[in-house]
């Protein structure tokens, strides 16, 4: 499975950034896909989920409102619109897809090489 993201970029406080995640080689589907976000020198954290249908989505507590995760099926993507960013979101954004409903959130099979998100003024 491939997974590539894209969108990120460098943006002032209180900016909006839409990124995406492309996949390949699996069917998309299935996938119960998720963003994780990470700062050097820090763990992994978990950001938004979704279910393979996307019907239901799961946010982390520090979105607030503020993020939102959506899956086109028909092309293979997934998305993570974000808005209000302040400069606490800077990061490198990944996804990664599930091949099931894990208990441990942080779990996944499959995860991309990630995209730069930076907010600053």
């Known amino acids: 499975v491939q997974l590539v993201e894209s969108g990120g970029a460098t943006v002032h406080p209180g900016g909006s950034l839409k990124l995406s995640c492309v996949a390949s080689?699996?069917?998309?589907?299935?996938?119960?896909m998720k963003w994780f976000r990470q700062v050097p020198g820090k763990g992994p954290e978990w950001v938004a989920e979704?279910?393979?249908?996307?019907?239901?989505?799961y946010y982390g507590d520090f979105v607030q409102g503020r993020f939102y995760i959506s899956k086109d099926n028909t092309a293979n993507t997934l998305y993570l619109q974000m808005y209000s960013l302040q400069p606490e979101d800077t990061a490198l954004y990944y996804c990664?897809?599930?091949?099931?409903?894990?208990?441990?959130?942080?779990?996944?099979?499959?995860r991309g090489q990630g995209t730069q998100v930076t907010v600053s003024s």
């Open positions: 990664a897809g599930a091949v099931t409903s894990y208990n441990d959130r942080m779990r996944y099979d499959y």
């Open positions: 080689g699996y069917t998309f589907s299935t996938l119960r």
């Open positions: 979704i279910t393979p249908a996307g019907g239901y989505t």
